[in-house]
């Protein structure tokens, strides 16, 4: 538990925020709200493709809201981003250099364990990154003793 006047954090977090460039930074930020907290690199992915899957729904998804949905789930961070337009469903596997579009999916594609994507009423996509491993790993390394020698945990 922390301190007196510290806010605990939530195992999962919705919100629904303004179709808005500015909302871009917000969303990015709720990735840090979630506990228990992520492993440094997790962290990083997860903000990066946070940041390029609200900026297409604010961009492309001529809709006035986006809604965020972060959640812990069976050693994995699932985060889900809808959209209120009309749908549409992007194409991971062509980005164009000289257009400067279609990066945001193609990094999802790439650095998520899973993904998804429908455009059901809105454009809904979904990322999961595994986090059992890097947790492992991060108490590993904090429970490290000189000499070579592991605390168990």
């Known amino acids: 538990m ?19 460039p500015q909302s871009v930074a917000y969303a990015r930020a709720l990735i840090d709200t979630v506990e228990p907290a992520l492993p440094p690199d997790v962290r990083q992915r997860a903000r ?19 809604r965020v949905q972060i959640r812990r789930e069976r050693g994995r961070l699932v985060v889900e981003v ?17 257009q400067g579009s279609g990066w945001g999916v193609h990094l999802v594609a790439t650095l998520a364990q899973e993904w998804g994507v429908d455009a059901d009423g809105g454009t809904r996509v979904w990322f999961a990154l595994d986090v059992a491993d890097e947790e492992l790993h991060a ?3 904090q429970h490290h003793r ?7 945990v």
């Open 82 to 98: 809808r959209d209120d337009g009309e749908g549409f469903e992007p194409d991971p596997s062509r980005p164009d250099p000289t």
């Open 146 to 152: 000189p000499g070579g020698l592991s605390a168990a």
């Open 139 to 141: 108490v590993a390394l």
């Open 48 to 66: 990066l493709l946070m940041s390029e899957v609200v900026t297409n729904a604010v961009r492309h998804g001529a809709g006035t809201a986006v």
């Open 2 to 20: 922390g301190t007196t006047g510290e806010m605990a954090r939530p195992a999962q977090v919705d919100r629904t925020l303004a179709a808005a």
